[in-house]
C-alpha cells in the first residue's frame, strides 16, 4: 500500500528499512517520506512503530575488521 503519495513510498519500502534497524528520522532522510505535504507522516510512523515492535533488533551481520596492512594478499605480477 502506498503511504507517501507524493514520493510513492509503499508500507513494503518503509518497513524493510526499519527492521534494518533505522528510526523514522533515519527513514525520512534516506526516502524522502513525510517531506512534502506531511500528510503521511502519521501512517509512516505506525509502520516503523509496529516493525520496531515485532523486530526490536535488527538483524545485521558486520563485517570483520581488520587492521591496517592486513588486507588483501595479492600475489605481485
Do not use: Y
Amino acid at each position: 500500500m502506498i503511504v507517501c503519495i507524493c514520493r510513492r513510498i509503499s508500507d513494503r519500502e518503509i518497513a524493510r528499512h526499519a527492521r534494518a534497524g533505522l528510526g523514522f528520522d533515519e527513514i525520512q532522510f534516506e526516502l524522502g517520506v513525510a517531506t512534502q505535504c506531511g500528510q503521511c507522516e502519521s501512517g509512516a510512523r505506525e509502520v516503523v512503530a509496529q516493525c520496531s515492535a515485532s523486530c526490536p533488533s535488527a538483524n545485521i551481520k558486520l563485517a570483520n575488521h581488520t587492521p591496517e596492512g592486513s588486507a588483501w594478499k595479492t600475489s605481485p605480477t
